[in-house]
């Protein structure tokens, strides 16, 4: 029986699974690093390498391949009307020792989608693109969401010489060995598109515990990122009494453990994470002089997030007050949540009902490209479960058959947009 879409019109689309499959695997296998996983980053040669496959897949495909002045590669699918252009894709870079889904499988499955698409509907009436992201996790280059920011416009001038990587190397430095212009990236903004989706792994196991196939993501989380420096004072750890010392080391933790709490005593999807500590003089037998940590907020709810912000500058205050320590904290980074356009979220459902599927809207609690497109262009988010809810670790993954509900969903969605 065919089915019919929410325009009326028949949806009949053939996912080729093998091939898709496949591209997992030899994208997958591209950039390994020595002790597990894969390290991908921007501009290196397993970067390059990963780039010129793919664009033999898009070449494959017959669609018109493209980069821009950052790297990013387009497939383009001319339609009858070529102004204006949907866009699906995600990020072709992986975190240090990352897997093989995060960011690449939104990829695979724009192509999958776009390839079924155009073999069973020819030429779309929008353009339709697969956009494979030249960067997103920020792992090599402290420059997070380079391909998007590229894309939207909004590269600061300056950037490329100011941002270098753990050896010294600029990002324009980096740039210019890959054959790309720095003074280019103006020329990467786009004012035509008209939407864009992105299929991602969940990297969380929500979808998983509740039985769903998939997820429909309402708003990507806002975060507040703070580097914390307690300045005590250094002693003897022998014969400087407890009622005496200034420890800068015990302080944070007392921070550390009240903030998280705090952030538990929120409930979900409330989060609060100190992810890296110094102390210093750093010895057995002194007390901490002084420590550096850091502190990661995030919530969905732009009142709850400010609401938990305000929570923990309290708890700082008041801990450095009872301990005689001195507390600086630098804002790293601070945005508020970002809500995905609401018709595009409401295309997404149609097609996910229009599947038959178990779905459930989704804060998304890590960054995505998409928050950047979407302070630009309509656009909207589909989370496929990851096993276990393991990301950002060799052990990511999802099984086909737990990835194709989501690859048709994302055809069903193209074609309502671009057809
Ligand atoms: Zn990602």
């Given at each position: 029986?065919?089915?019919?879409?929410?325009?009326?019109?028949?949806?009949?689309?053939?996912?080729?699974?093998?091939?898709?499959?496949?591209?997992?695997?030899?994208?997958?296998?591209?950039g390994p690093h020595?002790?597990?996983g894969l390290y991908r980053?921007?501009?290196?040669?397993?970067?390059?390498?990963?780039?010129?496959?793919?664009?033999?897949?898009?070449?494959?495909?017959?669609?018109?391949?493209?980069?821009?002045?950052?790297?990013?590669?387009?497939?383009?699918?001319?339609?009858?009307?070529?102004?204006?252009?949907?866009?699906?894709?995600?990020?072709?870079?992986t975190?240090?020792?990352g897997?093989?889904?995060?960011?690449?499988?939104?990829?695979?499955?724009?192509?999958?989608?776009?390839?079924?698409?155009?073999?069973?509907?020819?030429?779309?009436?929008?353009?339709?693109?697969?956009?494979?992201?030249?960067?997103?996790?920020?792992?090599?280059?402290?420059?997070?969401?380079?391909?998007?920011?590229?894309?939207?416009?909004?590269?600061?001038?300056?950037?490329?010489?100011?941002?270098?990587?753990?050896?010294?190397?600029?990002?324009?430095?980096?740039?210019?060995?890959?054959?790309?212009?720095?003074?280019?990236?103006?020329?990467?903004?786009?004012?035509?598109?008209?939407?864009?989706?992105?299929?991602?792994?969940?990297?969380?196991?929500?979808?998983?515990?509740?039985?769903?196939?998939?997820?429909?993501?309402?708003?990507?989380?806002?975060?507040?990122?703070?580097?914390?420096?307690?300045?005590?004072?250094?002693?003897?750890?022998?014969?400087?009494?407890?009622?005496?010392?200034?420890?800068?080391?015990?302080?944070?933790?007392?921070?550390?453990?009240?903030?998280?709490?705090?952030?538990?005593?929120?409930?979900?999807?409330?989060?609060?994470?100190?992810?890296?500590?110094?102390?210093?003089?750093?010895?057995?037998?002194?007390?901490?002089?002084?420590?550096?940590?850091?502190?990661?907020?995030?919530?969905?709810?732009?009142?709850?997030?400010?609401?938990?912000?305000?929570?923990?500058?309290?708890?700082?205050?008041?801990?450095?007050?009872?301990?005689?320590?001195?507390?600086?904290?630098?804002?790293?980074?601070?945005?508020?949540?970002?809500?995905?356009?609401?018709?595009?979220?409401?295309?997404?459902?149609?097609?996910?009902?229009?599947?038959?599927?178990?779905?459930?809207?989704?804060?998304?609690?890590?960054?995505?490209?998409?928050?950047?497109?979407?302070?630009?262009?309509?656009?909207?988010?589909?989370?496929?479960?990851?096993?276990?809810?393991?990301?950002?670790?060799?052990?990511?993954?999802?099984?086909?058959?737990?990835?194709?509900?989501?690859?048709?969903?994302?055809?069903?969605?193209?074609?309502?947009?671009?057809?």
């Amino acid at each position: 029986m065919p089915e019919r879409s929410a325009t009326g019109q028949r949806f009949a689309v053939e996912i080729d699974a093998e091939t898709l499959q496949q591209h997992i695997e030899e994208l997958g296998a591209i950039g390994p690093h020595p002790d597990g996983g894969l390290y991908r980053t921007l501009y290196t040669p397993a970067w390059q390498e990963a780039m010129a496959l793919v664009r033999r897949w898009l070449d494959e495909l017959g669609l018109e391949t493209r980069t821009d002045a950052v790297g990013n590669l387009f497939g383009h699918l001319r339609g009858r009307d070529d102004e204006r252009v949907v866009l699906s894709g995600s990020h072709i870079d992986t975190v240090k020792q990352g897997g093989k889904y995060d960011g690449a499988l939104g990829i695979h499955a724009a192509i999958a989608a776009v390839g079924a698409l155009q073999a069973a509907y020819g030429r779309p009436r929008k353009s339709l693109e697969v956009y494979v992201i030249c960067e997103e996790e920020g792992s090599r280059f402290p420059c997070n969401f380079w391909g998007s920011r590229a894309l939207t416009g909004t590269i600061r001038p300056g950037e490329t010489e100011t941002i270098a990587d753990a050896d010294g190397v600029t990002i324009g430095q980096a740039m210019r060995t890959c054959g790309l212009d720095p003074a280019a990236i103006p020329t990467a903004r786009r004012e035509d598109v008209d939407a864009f989706v992105e299929l991602h792994i969940e990297q969380g196991r929500i979808l998983q515990d509740e039985g769903c196939d998939v997820g429909l993501v309402q708003t990507i989380t806002g975060m507040r990122q703070v580097r914390v420096e307690v300045a005590g004072r250094p002693d003897h750890a022998g014969t400087t009494p407890m009622d005496l010392r200034r420890d800068a080391l015990a302080g944070a933790a007392e921070i550390i453990a009240r903030v998280t709490e705090a952030a538990a005593a929120m409930g979900r999807p409330a989060v609060a994470t100190a992810g890296t500590i110094a102390a210093r003089p750093g010895a057995v037998n002194i007390v901490p002089g002084s420590c550096t940590f850091t502190i990661d907020t995030r919530h969905s709810d732009g009142t709850k997030r400010r609401e938990l912000v305000a929570t923990i500058e309290g708890i700082i205050r008041d801990v450095a007050a009872r301990r005689g320590l001195s507390v600086r904290v630098e804002q790293l980074m601070d945005h508020d949540p970002v809500p995905m356009a609401a018709t595009v979220r409401a295309t997404l459902e149609t097609a996910i009902q229009a599947e038959g599927l178990r779905y459930r809207a989704v804060p998304s609690g890590a960054g995505h490209d998409s928050q950047i497109m979407a302070q630009h262009y309509p656009t909207g988010m589909l989370f496929v479960p990851s096993h276990e809810g393991r990301s950002h670790c060799p052990e990511e993954y999802t099984p086909l058959e737990q990835i194709l509900p989501g690859v048709r969903v994302l055809a069903r969605a193209l074609h309502a947009l671009a057809y």
